[in-house]
């Protein structure tokens, strides 16, 4: 299974900018999808999340700004990010929680990250 994020940039505070995340490989099923990003010099922390039952959870910091969505085929991720600030600046992760086969402990997989740069 594989995770590729993709999107990031450099954008100017204010902007808005789109990452997403497709998943590929040895799949029976999706349950959580989520975006984490880590700063320079700080911890990984939880963005966004979306749940099997397609409820969301957002950090306190995003409220209001990002939207996480999936494609119809539930293999994809998207993180809408608006009003985007410089602290907003991080490399951002995808993550998955999955069943390879059917019958499998759910799994956490992540893609490799994606930088978004806001300046100001």
């Known amino acids: 299974v594989q995770l590729q994020a993709s999107g990031g940039g450099l954008v100017q505070a204010g902007g808005s900018l789109t990452v997403s995340c497709a998943a590929s490989g040895t799949i029976f099923s999706i349950n959580n999808m989520g975006w984490y990003r880590q700063a320079p010099g700080e911890q990984r922390v939880l963005v966004a999340l979306l749940r099997g039952d397609n409820s969301t959870r957002y950090s306190d910091s995003v409220k209001g700004r990002f939207t996480i969505s999936r494609d119809s085929a539930k293999t994809a991720v998207y993180l809408q990010m608006s009003s985007l600030k410089p602290e907003d600046t991080a490399v951002y992760y995808c993550?998955?929680?999955?069943?390879?086969?059917?019958?499998?402990?759910?799994?956490?997989?992540w893609g490799k990250g994606t930088l978004v740069t806001v300046s100001s």
């Open positions: 993550n998955m929680a999955l069943q390879k086969r059917p019958g499998d402990v759910l799994g956490a997989y």
